[in-house]
C-alpha cells in the first residue's frame, strides 16, 4: 500500500519517469498551439460535425490508426455531473501482441472475435473547457469489447499511438502522451477493475458479471496535469540526488525545462 502519494512516483524505474515527463512536455505544448489559436482539446474533436448529441461518437466513425490499430472517440451520456464527455481509447486485435488473447467466457452476450476484437485501454473525463479532470474504466458491456486482463491491457498501453493528422494533430499527439504521462494511475484502474468484477461475481453467482448494467463504471480517479509533471519531475530529481550519492559518474540531470528549451529548438529549425 502506498503511504503517500509521492510513493506512486518515487517506486518508479528513472526510464519510465522520464517518458512521463517527456509526456507531460508534449501535452502542455498540445495545449499551447491550440490556445494561441482559441482552441481546445475537446473543440477541436468537435469541429465540423454539427449539433452535438449525447451517445454519438465524435469524430463520426472515430479516430483509427491504420499501422497501430489504436482507437478513440469522444462522446457523453453523464448528465448532473461535472464533466462535459469523455474519451474512450482503445487497441484492436491487429495491434496487440500475438500472445494475447480474451478471458474464456461462457455467457450468452457475443464478444469481437480475431481481428474484430479490441480492448478498451482508459476512459478520460473532460470539463467544458477542453481539460482532462479524470480517468475511468469500465465494465466489458459498456463498450462492447472483448475482455482482457488487466495485466494484458497494461503491456497494451505501450502499443497505442494515434500517429497521424486527422481530425487534429494535437489532439491525437495529445491522447498518445495522456497515455504516458498517467501510466501508473492506469495500471491502478485497471487492477482494480479485475478486482471489483471478480467481486461482483463472488457477489452475485449465476449473474454475468461482464453484462451487468448495474455495474458501468469500476473505478474513477480525479487528474491534473500540471501536478502529475510537477510530480514526475520531482520523482526524477530524487533520482538524480540518489545516482550521485551512489556513483560518482553520476547520470546527468533530467529536468522538465531541458525538454521544453529542446523543443523549442526543434520548431525553431
Given at each position: 500500500m502506498l503511504k503517500n502519494k509521492n510513493d506512486l512516483f518515487n517506486q518508479l524505474p528513472r526510464l519510465q519517469l522520464e517518458r512521463m515527463a517527456e509526456a507531460g512536455a508534449q501535452i502542455i505544448e498540445c495545449y499551447r498551439v491550440l490556445q494561441k489559436a482559441g482552441l481546445n482539446i475537446v473543440g477541436e474533436v468537435l469541429k465540423g460535425q454539427g449539433e452535438f448529441y449525447e451517445l454519438e461518437h465524435y469524430p463520426k466513425d472515430d479516430v483509427f490508426d491504420g499501422e497501430t490499430h489504436s482507437q478513440y472517440y469522444y462522446?457523453?451520456?453523464?448528465?448532473?455531473?461535472?464533466?462535459?464527455?469523455?474519451?474512450?481509447?482503445?487497441?484492436?486485435?491487429?495491434?496487440?501482441?500475438?500472445?494475447?488473447?480474451?478471458?474464456?467466457?461462457?455467457?450468452?452476450?457475443?464478444?469481437?472475435?480475431?481481428?474484430?476484437?479490441?480492448?478498451?485501454?482508459?476512459?478520460?473525463s473532460m470539463n467544458a473547457y477542453g481539460f482532462p479532470i479524470g480517468l475511468f474504466a469500465t465494465n466489458r458491456w459498456v463498450t462492447a469489447e472483448a475482455w482482457y486482463k488487466a495485466e494484458d491491457v497494461i503491456t497494451m498501453l505501450d502499443h497505442f499511438k494515434i500517429d497521424h493528422a486527422h481530425p487534429s494533430w494535437p489532439v491525437n499527439l495529445w491522447i498518445s502522451s495522456m497515455l504516458v504521462l498517467f501510466r501508473p494511475q492506469i495500471e491502478i484502474l485497471l487492477r482494480q477493475r479485475d478486482q471489483m468484477v471478480a467481486g461482483w461475481e463472488s457477489r452475485y453467482p449465476g449473474v454475468d458479471a461482464y453484462e451487468d448494467r448495474e455495474l458501468e463504471l469500476t473505478g474513477f480517479t480525479s487528474i491534473n496535469v500540471e501536478q502529475q509533471i510537477k510530480n514526475v519531475v520531482a520523482a526524477i530529481e530524487v533520482c538524480n540526488e540518489t545516482s550521485v550519492i551512489e556513483t560518482s559518474h553520476a547520470i546527468k540531470p533530467f529536468s522538465f525545462e531541458n525538454i521544453a528549451k529542446s523543443k523549442e529548438r526543434q520548431l525553431a529549425k
Open positions: 462522446h457523453a451520456h453523464r448528465s448532473g455531473v461535472q464533466e462535459h464527455g469523455h474519451f474512450h481509447t482503445f487497441l484492436r486485435q491487429p495491434g496487440m501482441p500475438s500472445s494475447l488473447s480474451p478471458v474464456p467466457y461462457h455467457g450468452s452476450e457475443p464478444w469481437p472475435e480475431d481481428g474484430d476484437a479490441l480492448s478498451h485501454l482508459v476512459g478520460i
